[in-house]
C-alpha cells in the first residue's frame, strides 16, 4: 500500500529514529572512528548510561535527559580512568590490536554482569510526561518519545562538531589520530589529548543511555543489539567525520522506517546493511571520509 | 587395654552405622540448566526462585523417598548452543538423577535429543510445541497451552472475535522474528484461516527493532479489525506505545504479547493496556483460587524482594513451582526413579498443584487447553499495587474461568 500519509509519516519516523542512532554513535565516532580505539563495549556504557537514568528518576522523578547531562561529567571522568588502564597495558606496548579489543569484550561482559549482580534482570523502564504523547502536524504524527532523543542527539552532535572544529583541545583530537608526531611538535601530549577524547565519548553515553530508556525498557544484555548498528553508522559515515556520522544515521533510519513500511520490518537490517556494503564497494572510505 | 579396645570396637560400628545412614540420606540430584543472564534471565531468575521454594518446602516435608533434594543447574545464559554441554555435564560428570528444563522454547529444544539418549523423563517449562518434531513420549510440558499447542494457543482469542456482532472480518498478524513468536502467529495464522478471515497484513520483524511506529502505521494502513501480536517483552513494550502513539483502531488488539504479564511493565504502560486482550496463564481472580497458590506467591514475592525480578510473580513462578510438583508427586507415587515408571505414571495421572488439576496428553501437552485471555482494564498510572488484586485483568476465555465480560472495540 504506498500512500503519502504513509510516505511522509515513515520519512519523519526514520529522520527521528537516525537522530537517535546519532546520539548513541556519536561517541563511537569519536573513539572508533578518531581514536582509532575498537570500543566494543561502547553500547554497554550506553546501558549503564540507562540504569542511572532509571535509578535517579524513580528516586527523584528527575526528568531522564536531564539525569544524563548531570551524570556527563562523572561518565567523563570514568572514560579518562578507562583509557588510562588501557593505554597502560596495551596501547603503550603496542598490544592494542587484539588485545586491546579483548580488554574491550571483557569489559562489556564485566558492565553486564555487575549491573545484573547489583540490578537484577527485569526490564527497567522511566516516567516522564511526554512518553506516550503525540504531536499531530497535519498527517504526520511526531512521538514525543522519539522526538526528544532526536532533539536532544541534534543538539548533542552540533556541540560536539563545534567543539571539535573550533577548539584548540577540539583540533588536537582531530590531529591525533592523523599524525601523533606532529602533534607532539606542536606542545600538545597526544595520551593527554586521547584521554581527554575517551572521556568526552563515554560522558555521550550517559546521555545517549537516557534517551534509550526514554525509546523501551531496558535489561542488561540489551546493549548488545546496538553493537552492529553503531560501528556501521561510524563506518558509513566516514571513519573520524561527526557531520558524516549524524547523516549516515539519518541515512540508516530512514531507509529502516521506510523498508519496515513498505516492504516488511524483518527486510530493514538487510536493506540498511545491504546498503552499507555497496556504499564501501563505491567509496571505501565511507560517505564523508577522506 | 582391652577396655580400650573395646571401646574402639565400638567406636568404628558407630562410625559405620553413620556412614550406612548418611548413604540412605544422599540426595536426589535434579539437573536443569536456566536462562540466569541475557534476554530471558528476567524469567530463567524468577523460575529458579519458585523452584527453590519447591525444593524447601520438600525437603521441610522429608524430601523424596526419604531423601533430600538437591539442585545442579547452570546458567545457560539464554544461548540455546549453551544448553547442549550443560546437560551433558549433568548427566555424564554430575550424574544428577532426574532432570528437568530451562525457561522457553528456544532452551528446551536443544536439551531434547541428549535427555531422549538417556531416555530421561523431561518435565518443562514453557515450551510452545516442542514435541511437535520430537514426539518423545517421556516429555511433559507445563505451560498449559494444550494438545495441539500453536493452534490451542489462539484459539480463545479467536472464539473471542467470533462471537463478537459484527464479527470481525479482517486481521493483521506481526511477530518476532524468533521460535515462540513465529509458532504463535503460525498458529493464529491458522485460525484466521480456519475462520475464512482475511489477512490483510502478515509480516515479521527482527530482534533489535527499536521503533515501532512505522510497523503500527502500515499496520493502520491496512485497516484490519484485528491486530493480532507475536512479541518479546521490549517489543510488547514498542508496540503498545506505538499503538497509542498511532491511535490504533482495530476492534481487538493483543494476541501472544511476552511481558505484558510482568509487574514492571505493567506499571509503567498503565492506562495503554486498557482494552487490550493478551494471553496469560494465571492473574488473581476468584476463579482462578486455586489451593496453594496463594501462599506459594506469598513466599514468593518475600523471596523476590531486591532481586531484581518480577515482584508479583503470577505469570511464570506458579508453573516453575508445578512442574517440579508434578516430578515429586510422582517420584513419591512409584517410590522409585526409574525413568519408565515414572513416565507411566505422569501420563494417567491427574496431578494437584498451585496452577490446579494437571492432566497431560498424549504428546505431553496439558490434555486440555487453558490459554486463558485476559483483558486490561480500569488499570491507573503507575501503581504496581492495583495488579497484586482483582479487577485489572479480567479473564474473559476460556468460559469455565471466565471473570468478565469483554470491551468491545478494545478502546471504546
Redesign the interface.
Known sequence: ?L?L??FA??IV??V??GG?YAAVAIGLAITFGQLDIVNIAHPAFVIVGSYVAYIVNTHFGLDPVLIGVLVAPVFFLVGIAIYRIYYAAFERTGQESLSGLAFFFGLMFII??VL?LV???????V?AGY????IELGVV?I?F??LVPFVVAITGTTAVYVYLSRTFTGRAILAVAQDRLALQLMGANPVRIKQFAFGLAIATTAIAGSLLII???V????GR??IG?VFAIVVLGGMGSISGMFIAALILGIVE?LV???M???W??AVAFGLLLLTLALRPSGLFGR | MKLMMAIARVLAILALMASGSALAQKPIKIGFSMALTGGLAGAGKAALIAMEIWRDDTNKAGGLLGRPVEFVYYDDATQPAKVPPIYTKLLEVDKVDLVVSSYGTNEIAPAMPIVMRKKLVFPSLFGLAVNDEFKYDRYFQIMPSGPEPKTDWSKGFFELAMAQNPKPTTIAIVSADAEFALNAAGGARKNAQRLGMKIVYDKTYPPATTDFTPIVRAIEATNPDIVYVGSYPPDSVGMVKAANEVGLKAKMFGGSMVGLQFAAIQKNLGPMLNGIINYDFWVPEPTLDFPGVKEFLAKYQAAAKGKGVDPLGHYLPPYAYAYLQVLGQAVQAVKSLDQAKLAAYIHKTTFDTVVGKVKFGRNGEWAKSRVLFVQFRDVQPDNLEQFAGPGKRLVLHPKEWKSGEIVYPYKK
Not at chain 1, 512518553?131 to 503525540?134: D, H, K, R
Not at chain 1, 535489561?219 to 540489551?222: A, G, L, M
Open positions: 500500500v500512500s500519509d504513509l509519516n515513515a519516523a526514520g527521528l529514529l537517535f553486564e554482569v545484573i540490578y537484577g534482570v527485569d526490564y527497567r523502564l516516567n512518553i506516550g504523547e503525540t504524527g512521538p518519545r522519539m525509546i523501551g525498557p535489561e542488561p544484555s540489551v543489539l546496538y548498528r522506517t519496515a513500511t513498505f516488511g520490518p524483518s530493514a537490517p
